[in-house]
């Protein structure tokens, strides 16, 4: 269970952290692209960043979920089972 309440802590920090970087973003004014290094333009580093995160976070949200609650629907008394492909 001490694996559970890591993943959640985690995906909470993340969820968090998201909502500090889009605050900060909007703040600036939600821009889209900044100037490069040599001159070019480019993606908004803050932008960058909120886009690795939102990935980071479905992530762990999925492993902070159950991936199935109860048992599986063919096991149900009353249901027929699942078709099966014929070849």
Known sequence: MSGDLAAEGRYLRSCER???LYACWEGWGSPMTSPGARGSVVVHPLL???RVL???VDRLGSRARPARMGRAPTAVPGLPPPLSRVK
């Open 48 to 50: 960058r960043e909120i």
């Open 54 to 56: 939102e990935l980071a």
């Open 18 to 20: 998201l909502e500090a």
